[in-house]
């Protein structure tokens, strides 16, 4: 099994530390631009990016206090070979409202 909440169960508790010196830990999320507005083509995509913005937000709010620091991340489109299959089946309605206007890989990293 695996997941966003099932590696996050694996690491937090040994991330935890209430010492306001030691140095902070960070816990990087990453969500898409479905993870704030959807798109026609996205119904059975967008709700587990939203899921992923809210775990976000409420793990940020719980572990304040703690030396973790929760972030969620919401990268570009980028050209990837996941990105070029996604195309194949893209509602036509969506590919007309978003040009190609791709970000390399490198460049998202």
């Known amino acids: 099994r695996g997941g966003t909440v099932h590696a996050l169960k694996a690491v937090l508790p040994t991330m935890v530390c209430r010492n306001p010196e030691h140095e902070d830990c960070r816990v990087l999320l990453i969500g898409s631009g479905c993870s704030l ?64 206007d791709l970000f390399k890989p490198d460049l998202v990293v």
């Open 37 to 100: 507005i959807s798109w026609i083509g996205y119904a059975s995509y967008a709700p587990s990016k939203y899921a992923v913005r809210g775990l976000g937000e409420a793990l940020r709010n719980e572990l304040v206090g703690t030396c973790v620091k929760v972030h969620v991340a919401y990268p570009p489109d980028t050209d990837t070979p996941g990105f070029a299959e996604e195309q194949k089946t893209k509602p036509q309605e969506n590919i007309a409202m978003f040009p190609l």
